[in-house]
Nanobody, 120 residues
Framework: QVRLAESGGGLVRPGESLRLSCVAS????????MGWFRQAPGKQRELVAS???????QYADSVKGRFTISRDNAKNAVYLQMNSLKSEDSAVYYC??????????????WGQGTQVTVSP
């Protein structure tokens, strides 16, 4: 299986920035799509941003223009640069990765989550 380790969360004030990192390890065959999700208390887990192997990105409307997702395929890593943070960005952020096996079958893997708190 693939193991994902997130880091970079913390407590910041509105308007400040954080950079989240996620590094995949373990039985990696071929990582495909990677992305970041978040879940706030009492809310559904939502997609924040995703990125393909080729670098195509998608963002939730709520973070467009403020967040930037990127990846380093050589390091099996994905990053999320979060600027102009708002209180509504507070959530546990989870890294997700798709890994294909020898036959091309894909499995989804999740990190343990990293807490992001934006508070005045």
């Amino acid at each position: 299986q693939v193991r994902l380790a997130e880091s970079g969360g913390g407590l910041v004030r509105p308007g400040e920035s954080l950079r989240l990192s996620c590094v995949a390890s373990g039985n990696i065959f071929s990582l495909n799509g990677m992305g970041w999700f978040r879940q706030a208390p009492g809310k559904q887990r939502e997609l924040v941003a995703s990125i393909t192997v080729g670098g195509y990105t998608q963002y939730a409307d709520s973070v467009k223009g403020r967040f930037t997702i990127s990846r380093d395929n050589a390091k099996n890593a994905v990053y999320l640069q979060m600027n102009s943070l708002k209180s509504e960005d507070s959530a546990v952020y989870y890294c997700k990765a798709e890994d294909a096996d020898y036959f091309g079958r894909e499995s989804n893997y999740w990190g343990q989550g990293t807490q992001v708190t934006v508070s005045p």
